[in-house]
C-alpha cells in the first residue's frame, strides 16, 4: 500500500495522529503537498461522505474522519501558503445572530475543507452585518449560513436583505443549513440552495463549481 494510500485509510479511520504522522513521511519523501490532498484526502472525505448518505456512516464517525484529515491539513498548511495549488471555491460560513450551535457548522466547515475549499469561518451568533463585512473583505463564491433553532432562522433572511441592500448578493451564492431549514424555507427567503447535512453542502458547492 503506497503512502498516500495510507494517510487516505488513517483519514477514513479517524486516527488524527497516524493523519498528521503519515503526511509528515510523505513530505519527507518528496510527495507532492498537491497530490497528498488530490489523491489521500479529498477520495477518503469524498467515501465518507458518501457512506454517510448511503447510511453506513454517522455523525461521531464523519467528525472522526474530517479532524484526522484536518490534522493532517495542519502539518501541510506552512507549505500551501504561496503555493500554486488553488482552492476549488472560497465560503463565508457561519452560525446566524442568535445561535450558539456550532457542531453542525463545523463539520460543515471541516467537510469543505476536505473538499478542497477555502472556508472563512465566522464562529456563532454572526449578525448580518458580520457576513457583509466578510464578502467585502474575503470576496467570496459563497456565504453559508446555519441555525439549529426556529427562532433563529428568521436571521438568514435578514442577512440575505442585508447583503441585497450592499449591493453584494448578485456576487455569491447563499446556502444554508440545519436540523429545522427546509428546501421550502431556502425558496421562501430567496437562498440559492439547501444543504439537508453536510455532504449536501458539500454536493451542493461542487455542483456549482463544476
Same mark, same amino acid.
Given at each position: ?27 519527507? *519523501?518528496?510527495?507532492?503537498?498537491? %497530490?497528498? $490532498?488530490? +489523491?489521500?484526502? !479529498?477520495? /477518503?472525505? #469524498?467515501?465518507?461522505?458518501? *457512506?454517510?448518505?448511503?447510511?453506513? %456512516?454517522? $455523525?461521531? +464517525?464523519?467528525? !472522526?474522519? /474530517?479532524? #484526522? ?9 506552512? %507549505? ?131
Amino acid at each position: 500500500m503506497s503512502i498516500l494510500m495510507d494517510i487516505g485509510q488513517a483519514t477514513r479511520d479517524g486516527d488524527q495522529n497516524q493523519a498528521a504522522e503519515l503526511v509528515r513521511k510523505a513530505l519527507e *519523501e518528496g510527495v507532492e503537498v498537491e %497530490r497528498i $490532498i488530490e +489523491e489521500a484526502f !479529498l477520495p /477518503a472525505m #469524498a467515501q465518507v461522505g458518501q *457512506e454517510f448518505a448511503d447510511g453506513v %456512516r454517522y $455523525i461521531p +464517525e464523519m467528525l !472522526l474522519a /474530517a479532524r #484526522a484529515m484536518q490534522s493532517g491539513m495542519e502539518v501541510l498548511r506552512p %507549505r500551501l501558503a504561496g503555493g500554486k495549488l488553488k482552492a476549488k471555491a472560497r465560503v463565508v460560513l457561519g452560525t446566524v445572530a442568535g445561535d450558539l450551535h456550532d457542531i453542525g457548522k463545523n463539520l460543515v466547515a471541516m467537510m469543505m475543507e476536505g473538499a478542497g475549499v477555502e472556508v472563512i469561518d465566522l464562529g456563532i451568533d454572526v449578525p448580518p452585518d458580520r457576513f457583509v463585512e466578510a464578502v467585502k473583505t474575503h470576496q467570496p463564491d459563497f456565504v453559508a449560513m446555519s441555525a439549529l433553532l426556529t427562532t433563529t432562522m428568521p436571521a438568514m433572511q435578514e442577512t440575505i436583505e442585508a447583503l441585497e441592500e450592499a449591493g453584494l448578493r448578485q456576487r455569491v451564492k447563499v446556502l444554508i443549513g440545519g436540523a429545522p431549514v427546509s428546501q421550502k424555507f431556502a425558496v421562501q427567503i430567496g437562498a440559492d440552495g439547501y444543504g439537508a447535512n453536510a455532504n449536501d453542502a458539500v454536493r451542493l458547492i461542487k455542483k456549482t463549481v463544476a
